[in-house]
């Protein structure tokens, strides 16, 4: 598998504001996979959009994936200060080893 | 389901001691488990990949000796750190993956402390 980039680093919005983040990779891959860290704790897995999907929605989160930039979005609508997290996104190929990058670090501020 | 579980969550040691870390898969069984360490305000970092009955794959500049890993069952690997140095002091988050599943469950990590 690749790595994947996210893109800002850091994020910080109002309660109630959506937040977008990016992900971009290089090589073509099967699926790609959003993941959430709360500080110190495990990696929990937010949502699955396969290369053949454009859009996929899962309560607050909505992702977008396009295959000819390479790229993935994850869009959290009204966001609430739970969201405050690191966000990981995954992009698979091949072997399902996960090359992660450095994360967006979103801060949502009450 | 798919929940993963490590254990302890925590530990500290004294430097040259050997510390066993368990990451189990409670609902699911798992043909491959990752390994990862991660060090404050940095990206996880894969570690090794093991998959049940079969020696661990390592990557690259991590210490197969310094780091054992068993996956001796379908629902259990472990990962041992032989003679921990405080430079060893991390955070350990071992994932799991199903045999159909296209996703891997993350455990909830293990830090330690070597003194």
């Known amino acids: 598998s690749q790595q994947g980039e996210e893109d800002p680093q850091a994020l910080s919005i109002q309660e109630g504001e959506n937040a977008t983040m990016n992900c971009s990779y290089k090589t073509s891959i099967n699926n790609l996979q959003w993941y959430r860290q709360n500080s110190g704790r495990g990696l929990v897995h937010l949502i699955l959009i396969r290369s053949n999907e454009r859009e996929k929605h899962s309560g607050r989160l909505r992702v977008t994936l396009d295959t000819s930039k390479k790229s993935s979005s994850l869009l959290i609508t009204a966001s609430r200060a739970a969201d405050t997290a690191s966000y990981f996104c995954?992009?698979?190929?091949?072997?399902?080893?996960?090359?992660f990058g450095t994360g967006t670090r979103l801060k949502v501020l009450a | 389901g798919a929940v993963v579980s490590q254990h302890p969550s925590w530990v500290i040691c004294k430097s040259g001691t050997s510390v066993k870390i368990e990451c189990r898969s409670l609902?699911?069984?798992?043909?491959?488990m990752f390994w990862y360490r991660q060090f404050p305000k940095q990206s996880l970092m894969l570690m090794a990949t093991s998959n049940e009955g079969s020696k661990a794959t390592y990557e690259q500049g991590v210490e197969k000796d310094k780091f054992l890993i068993n996956h001796a069952s379908l629902t259990l690997s472990t990962l041992t750190v032989t003679s921990a140095h405080p430079e060893d002091s991390s955070f350990y988050i071992c994932?799991?993956?199903?045999?159909?599943?296209?996703?891997?469950?993350f455990g909830p990590g293990t830090r330690l402390t070597v003194l």
């Open positions: 995954a992009p698979v190929s091949g072997t399902y080893k996960y090359i």
């Open positions: 994932s799991a993956r199903g045999q159909v599943a296209d996703t891997q469950y």
């Open positions: 609902d699911f069984q798992a043909t491959t």
